[in-house]
């Protein structure tokens, strides 16, 4: 007999506070620990409609304590960037633990503010800024505009003439550095739309400085993301010094530079890392950069801060023979992680129902969306599992929700916070 799948017991009743902003969200009070998988709350995952995203706050607030002891002591910035995950809830955590903000869009720069990130410590980059969103900039005295060409400085120039004010900008430089990673997310490279090219920094620098609404407070640098390999930053700051030697004979102080973002996580093993190698990764800069006295260190992180916490949940609609494949049919699909598709990432897959001890068989793990790229996993040995289990896709806190669309007219998915100690403690 077919089997039903059994969502009598969502979460929309008892001691469950639904609001709701983007999507709905479902926040749980108070959590029942004694049923867990994965590190899964199996309570509140059995409870919750799928396909959600599972966010261990445990793991968010850890993550952000790891920066903060790592950066103590040093002049150092962590910016966060929203494009990683802008979910609400979670800006104002990351906001909380004083962490400034690494904004691309308008959009980002309002949710930035009413999650109440320090506009000075607000970076904006993105090499298409609008006049509205320069404006918005301005309006709020953000601290730094990362600039990408000679027509964009031009234009931020004048629209802080306009509003009689100087605008705070660094050049985002284009190092020529190839950080080996896919090459969708590869940017530091003289092939990429982003940032100045060195060969034209100076006269660049020059152009700046004469400009009467122009504070230039910097340099700005990043060279791509999922970067796991220390290398490319040690080479990035070999870059780094020789361009301050060169500066610091023209008499040209810098009184910040900003290194970007970057840093990976391993989607591989979530369970034995779920935070980050922070202590090689900022040990790098404090080895290797040669900073002058008074000049401040910025790092614009987005993966390394999100990722680890977040998980996709969904549920088997159905498991499906075909001659050659087996199938896992999810209710989650591209729409809700877009990763494997885009760009052939890994993410771990665990059925967090199968019975224990169960023996395994080999599955492609796929979506319900009318595209054949809607693949979660090919060839994954997983549990022999069934319609109705839960599967949990690993390592989605980021460019999972905030990269989310509605293809297929299909509902956005909704969110829930375990281990939410920070909005109990508000709560009190
Ligand atoms: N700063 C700038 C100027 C950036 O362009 C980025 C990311 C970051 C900081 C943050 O990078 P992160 O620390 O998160 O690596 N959707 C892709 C990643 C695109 C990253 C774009 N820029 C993915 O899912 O892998």
Same mark, same amino acid.
């Given at each position: 007999m077919a089997r039903l799948l059994n969502t009598s017991h969502l979460a929309l009743h008892s001691g469950i506070r639904l609001f709701t902003d983007r999507t709905t969200k479902i926040r749980i009070? %108070?959590?029942?620990?004694t049923l867990l998988q994965h590190g899964f709350d199996m309570n509140l995952v059995e409870q919750t409609a799928t396909p959600f995203y599972y966010y261990d706050m445990d793991i968010l607030s850890e993550t952000l304590q790891e920066i903060q002891r790592q950066t103590r002591g040093y002049p150092f910035t962590v910016h966060y960037a929203l494009k990683a995950n802008g979910n609400p809830h979670i800006l104002k955590v990351i906001a909380n633990h004083g962490l400034g903000a690494d904004l691309v869009s308008g959009g980002e720069v309002k949710a930035a503010i009413e999650a109440g990130f320090d506009p000075k410590e607000m970076t904006f980059s993105g090499v298409g800024k609008t006049d509205w969103e320069i404006k918005l900039g301005l309006e709020n005295n953000m601290g730094c505009f990362n600039v990408e060409s000679i027509p964009e400085l031009e234009i931020i120039n004048q629209l802080a003439a306009e509003m009689g004010m100087k605008a705070n900008i660094a050049f985002r430089v284009n190092p020529d550095i190839d950080a080996h990673t896919h090459k969708y997310i590869t940017t530091g490279t003289a092939d990429n739309k982003f940032g100045i090219g060195i060969e034209v920094l100076e006269q660049t620098v020059m152009h700046a400085l004469a400009l009467p609404n122009i504070h230039l407070r910097g340099l700005h640098f990043h060279i791509g993301s999922q970067i796991t390999m220390m290398q490319p930053y040690a080479m990035l700051c070999d870059t780094i010094n020789d361009l301050l030697d060169f500066y610091d004979e023209r008499g040209i102080h810098f009184e910040m530079i900003n290194v970007g973002g970057g840093l990976g996580i391993d989607y591989t093993e979530p369970d034995q890392h779920p935070i980050p190698d922070f202590d090689q990764y900022f040990g790098t800069f404090k080895r290797q950069l040669r900073l002058r006295p008074g000049q401040r260190l910025h790092f614009e992180l987005g993966r390394a801060i999100v990722g680890g916490c977040g998980s996709l949940i969904s549920r088997i609609t159905f498991v499906k023979e075909s001659r050659n494949k087996r199938f896992i049919i999810l209710d989650a699909g591209m729409t809700d992680l877009i990763r494997p598709a885009l760009y052939q990432a890994h993410h771990e897959v665990q059925?967090?129902?199968?019975?224990?001890?169960s023996p395994t068989k080999t599955y492609d793990v796929v979506g319900?969306?009318? %595209?054949?790229?809607?693949?979660?996993?090919?060839d994954r040995a997983l549990p022999v599992s069934h319609r109705g289990d839960i599967v949990a896709i690993r390592s989605a806190g980021a460019y999972g929700e905030s990269m989310a669309s509605q293809y297929n007219m299909r509902q956005l998915p909704s969110c829930v916070f375990a281990n939410d100690k920070y909005y109990k403690k508000s709560r009190i």
């Open positions: 009070k %108070e959590m029942d620990k059925n967090l129902t199968a019975e224990p001890g319900p969306v009318c %595209e054949s790229s809607d693949v979660f996993a090919q």
